[in-house]
């Protein structure tokens, strides 16, 4: 595991001389699982049981893992939950655990299974990735022994973490990450530090995290521009919001916001809009899947840039707020209206025309819009918004957006709920935005829920233009900004789920004991 603490300067070092006789490409897997879950119950389930359930998923991400391998895949990334699901307490997630070492032991626990107890889950991953040559990643739960008198120690001795293990092409473990960033999972604990995790293979260095983590800038943001990763590993349990949150809109757009391929597989769930995955380059998806129709699986190929930081065939860094800082803003429409996209309150301005120039601004903000259309849908309406401020019910993450969106209804009070259908086309578009953050990415979603690889670009002075033509038809177009330092404490930073359960407990019974001494 490489730490914070390593010197930039020898990580530079070190991934020049990696380099050195290294491939340019290589054949990259993901695969969508459709996740077999357990039965719901309330008591934690035999540690058996608990097996025959993983071992029953663990057969299907074999054949996808040999299938892979068959057609030259070098590494495959399976999804977060993919062995036994997500809906678990403390207690009932407990028997799918197993003690997950640190890879510095130089393990293949599919040659020495018992070396670190009952590891029968990591020695059949290990196994898989030797018997078929390939890198595997996938994600299960970690239990990690404490000293029950360490105040932050949980009731069962037991520290519980959501994982990420990766085994090389001889079964090795080379890496382990543990989610810093929970969503909705009282079954884990948070470790006390983001973990920054890479490893190097003779096809580029990589680095690891799982799905919420990719809203933060530790540990994403961090691998890239501090370690220097060319692909990132993301398995997830993504559920779908729209307008701006589907996996593949943001998934591809994050890859090119930070000029870096990602590597994407989710669970398959259509029942909690869980679906999308795809692997994605800086200059646009190579691959992606959205099923919303079946509960069937999916294994997606495609050949990457081992170093796209370095090839000339993808773009240079952005200055997102050159252009719409040095123009006069386009005419503010007097009708601006407020309306919601997941509680965030965003300033709404319609697009009356088939074709013309808007701003919209809301506080330091300002989004500015040329547009023209084909033929405009009297049945559909456009607006352009602005948002910048604390996101949600949380009001954790500081975001600010630019969007091009289509209304649910002709009704301008549906603007900003979901919609996944469109009929009018854009002949052109130009959108900027006075963002105050360097992280901004570039979204493009078509109807039926559509990527639009090779049709838009996003030029140096910050502006998401269309190119070759018109777009299919448009759901929206959105810079997604997210600016970091501005983004509020996050309560469970350093601390564990239990760790606070028990402060808070303790503090309680401190305030009672006072009561008590009081009224003596």
């Not at 989610?179 to 530090?193: A, G, I, N, R």
């Not at 990527?451 to 030029?459: A, C, D, Q, R, T």
Request: one cysteine or more; aromatic letters at 12%.
């Amino acid at each position: 595991m490489v730490t914070s603490s390593f010197p930039t300067s020898v990580a530079v070092f070190a991934l020049i001389t990696l380099q050195v006789g290294t491939q340019d490409s290589f054949i990259a897997a993901v695969y969508e699982h459709a996740v077999i879950l357990p039965n719901k119950t309330e008591t934690p389930v035999s540690q058996e049981d608990a097996l025959n359930l993983m071992n029953k998923n663990i057969d299907i991400l074999e054949r996808a893992i040999k299938q892979a391998a068959e057609q030259g895949a070098r590494i495959i990334v399976t999804p977060e939950d993919a062995l036994y699901g997500w809906k678990f307490t403390r207690e009932t997630v407990f028997p799918y655990l197993e003690d997950i070492p640190d890879p510095q032991v130089n393990w293949i626990p599919c040659q020495d299974p018992h070396r670190f107890g009952h590891t029968p889950v990591q020695a059949r991953l290990s196994c898989l990735a030797k018997n078929n040559s390939i890198y595997v990643l996938a994600n299960l739960g970690d239990k990690k022994p404490c000293n029950s008198r360490d105040s932050t120690c949980p009731p069962n001795g037991y520290f519980q973490y959501n994982t990420n293990v990766v085994y090389n092409t001889e079964g090795k473990l080379v890496a382990r990450y543990h989610k810093y960033h929970l969503y909705s999972e009282p079954q884990f604990d948070v470790p006390e530090k983001p973990e920054l995790v890479t490893f190097n293979t003779t096809f580029g260095r990589f680095g690891i995290f799982t799905c919420f983590d990719i809203f933060f800038y530790d540990p994403g943001v961090t691998l890239v521009k501090d370690f220097h990763v060319d692909t990132i590993l993301f398995p997830t349990a993504w559920m779908n919001v729209l307008p701006l949150l589907t996996a593949i809109e943001f998934h591809s757009a994050w890859a090119m916001g930070m000029r870096v391929n990602l590597l994407v597989a989710n669970a398959h769930h259509v029942s909690l809009n869980m679906t999308g995955s795809g692997i994605y380059a800086p200059n646009g998806p190579k691959v992606y899947h959205y099923d919303m129709k079946t509960e069937l699986g999916k294994i997606l190929l495609s050949e990457v840039d081992s170093h796209p930081l370095s090839s000339l065939a993808y773009p240079t860094a952005v200055n997102w707020n050159a252009y719409a800082t040095t123009i006069k803003p386009f005419p503010v429409q007097k009708n601006t209206f407020i309306g919601f996209i997941s509680r965030d309150g965003f300033n709404f301005t319609e697009l009356f025309e088939n074709a013309g120039n808007l701003t919209v601004c809301q506080k330091e903000l300002c989004c500015h819009l040329s547009y023209r259309m084909l033929q405009k849908e009297e049945n559909e309406v456009y607006v352009l918004g602005a948002f910048t401020g604390l996101h949600g019910r949380r009001r954790r993450e500081y975001w600010q957006v630019c969007t091009m969106l289509k209304c649910r209804t002709t009704n301008l009070t549906t603007c900003g709920r979901p919609v996944e259908t469109a009929s009018t086309r854009f002949e052109m578009f130009s959108l900027s935005g006075t963002f105050g953050t360097e992280y901004v990415f570039p979204e493009v979603l078509l109807t039926e829920i559509h990527l639009s690889p090779g049709k838009f670009e996003v030029l140096k002075d910050g502006r998401l233009v269309n190119k070759n033509g018109s777009s299919g038809p448009i759901l929206t177009v959105s810079l997604f900004g997210r600016w970091y330092t501005k983004d509020s404490f996050y309560s469970s930073c350093g601390t564990s789920n239990s760790a606070i359960t028990y402060l808070l407990i303790f503090i309680l019974l401190m305030i009672i004991a006072l009561q008590n001494i009081v009224m003596v």
